[in-house]
Nanobody
Framework: QVQLVESAGGLVQPGDSLRLSCAAS????????MRWYRQAPGKERELVARISSGGRITSYADSFKGRFTISRDDDKNTVNLQMSNLKPEDAAVYYCNRVDGKYWGQGTQVTVSS
């Protein structure tokens, strides 16, 4: 059974940074492309970033380039999202997942407010 546990969200002020983490289990993590998504209240889920198996290739939605960095640690079965210069519009629940999106964790809440 695939399990995805996101953590390390929180309340920050505009301009602050956060590093989110996702612990994965139930599949061969190192072979999978992993993604971060986010969903704000009343809005559809959107793709934030993705990282290849092995972590050599990363990509981002245009609006996040230069502020967000995705990484992975295959020894720990984790995928991370380093976020900098956070803005109020970044407030959302952030999720990690595989490409198939069959199983979802609870996500981790990021709130950006002054």
């Amino acid at each position: 059974q695939v399990q995805l546990v996101e953590s390390a969200g929180g309340l920050v002020q505009p301009g602050d940074s956060l590093r989110l983490s996702c612990a994965a289990s139930g599949f061969t993590f190192r072979y999978d492309v992993m993604r971060w998504y986010r969903q704000a209240p009343g809005k559809e889920r959107e793709l934030v970033a993705r990282i290849s198996s092995g972590g050599r290739i990363t990509s981002y939605a245009d609006s996040f380039k230069g502020r967000f960095t995705i990484s992975r640690d295959d020894d720990k079965n984790t995928v991370n999202l380093q976020m900098s210069n956070l803005k109020p519009e970044d407030a959302a629940v952030y999720y990690c997942n595989r490409v198939d999106g069959k199983y979802w964790g609870q996500g981790t809440q990021v709130t950006v407010s002054s």
